[in-house]
């Protein structure tokens, strides 16, 4: 913290100073050694693909808008092109989210596998090249969503993907999830026998993600790894040392590798097992409260029994639009914000809306602490004084 005696010499010479040459405010001391680092004094606002409630989903320009409105952590999901090329796509298959229906000359690769035990048909990721999914454009998923940027951006790599990220202006956490590995590992070989979680963590590796949660290393580049796939969880956990997020869908969806029930992986016994490999559960928020009719009912104990094993707690999705708002919250989305982080006391939250949720924070809780507190201070009477000078020019 800046002392007294020190914001009074240099106001002194700012002072000095003024009369000599133009003043111009301060650039920040912090900004001028490093970047700012990454917020851990309040719930993490994770970016779910990007800022997707403006662009479309998982795209280069979603990721930075998100980054441009406050995002602590920018969320992906990872899957893989049919030659092992690690893309960020939501889907297994590419006909919600792309234009793949205008491309006739792939009509032919339309298929039928069995996910989850489900038979799903459609153009599925691990069916094309990368040189044939970026040749695809991607759109908009929800009809009642901006539509202007249909079509004007591309699928984008796992390596893009953490570009963007190290090349923000502060530091920015990635959130990526690996998706359906199950499946991917049943139809996509990578050499010397290796795995979807292998090529994934060599990947981050590659790009110096490592550290355990909220060591130095991991300050430096912060990162979860999330998954709803636990024994994957459990594998990554042998490969790397950054923190995990266990993934849990509603009540009636049992994991996708296991096949254990909700009820069995939000247990007393199953959080004092997985304790060891996760720092904490990423659960759909209608199974912490439920709802009826479109209205809260009285919360689980999930947020508490998660915080008596340590972990931390990261529900999905919060969204802007009236038709997911719950009728409590009165259509407005920062009273949605209000309950799960004053009344619910959750760790962070995915939000389709990055900028809404980091203007909430600011307002209830604002970033402004220790020496970017003074460097503010010092920049606004700075201009005040510039201000000042100027008006006897």
Known sequence: MTSVRTVSSILLLLLVECAARPFYPLPSRRNDRSKQPLQTFRP??????????????????????????????????????????????????LDATTDIAQHKKFESRKRTYEVQGKNITGYFTIDFTLEELKSLRVNQRSPFRDQQYNGKFSIIIFEDFISIALGAPRVVGIYPEIKNPVFINQHVKWPIGKKFEDKFVDTLKKYGYKGTYLSKQWLKQPAFIQSFAPTSL????????????????????????????????TSNSYFDFIKDYVVGIGPWKDSIVPASNNYLQTPTDLVTRSHAYNLQVHPFTCRNENVF????????????????????????????????????????????????????????????????RNSYN
Request: hydrophobic share 35%; glycine share 6%; aromatic share 14%.
């Open 325 to 388: 708002l719950h009728f409590n919250f009165s259509q407005d989305p920062y009273n949605e914000y209000d309950y799960w982080i004053k009344k619910i006391g959750v760790d962070g939250l995915f939000t389709d809306f990055t900028g809404s949720l980091h203007h909430y924070q600011e307002w209830t809780n604002p970033f402004s602490m220790g020496e970017e507190s003074a460097s503010k201070l010092l920049d606004k009477i700075a201009y005040m004084i510039s201000k000042f």
């Open 44 to 93: 993490y606002n994770i970016a779910h693909r990007g800022s997707s409630g403006e662009f479309p989903e998982e795209t280069a320009s979603a990721y930075k808008r998100a980054i441009e409105e406050g995002a602590d952590f920018i969320e992906t999901d990872i899957l893989a092109s049919k030659d092992g090329i690690l893309i960020c796509f939501h889907d297994l298959t």
């Open 234 to 265: 459990i594998y990554i956990s042998h490969l790397t040392d950054l923190p995990k997020i266990l993934l849990i869908d509603d009540a009636t969806t049992p994991t996708q590798d296991t096949n254990q029930s909700y009820w069995e992986i």
